[in-house]
């Protein structure tokens, strides 16, 4: 059974970094992607980036990939999202995703997801 557990949310002032980590343990799929996503209060569920087994990346939005960073271990069993410069308006729930194949089609596994609050 594949699961994702996501951690290294809470509250940062405007301008300040933090860094997501998503653990990843169960794939049996050789090939395989993990997306980070957010949702705000209010709002709909947005995607963020992908990162793919062979480590190819692809930005969601272009608003963050200046400043949102997606990487992965060199063992590939944790998947990590650096976010700087961060903004009160990329407060939200941030959860990380998992699928076979490509970034793009429906994400198939997500984690619990870990609150970000970006606050003064």
């Known amino acids: 059974q594949l699961q994702l557990v996501e951690s290294g949310g809470g509250l940062v002032q405007p301008g300040g970094s933090l860094r997501l980590s998503c653990a990843a343990s169960?794939?049996?799929?050789?090939?395989?992607?993990i997306g980070w996503f957010r949702q705000a209060p209010g709002k709909g569920r947005e995607g963020v980036s992908c990162?793919?087994?062979?480590?190819?990346?692809?930005h969601f939005a272009s608003a963050m990939k200046d400043r949102f960073t997606i990487s992965e271990d060199n063992a590939k069993t944790t998947v990590y999202l650096q976010m700087n410069d961060l903004k009160p308006e990329d407060t939200a729930v941030y959860y990380c995703?998992?699928?076979?194949?490509?970034?793009?089609?429906?994400?198939?596994?997500w984690g619990q997801g870990t609150q970000v609050t970006v606050s003064s």
């Open positions: 995703a998992a699928r076979s194949g490509g970034c793009y089609g429906s994400w198939n596994y």
């Open positions: 169960g794939f049996t799929e050789g090939d395989y992607a």
């Open positions: 990162i793919k087994h062979d480590g190819a990346t692809n």
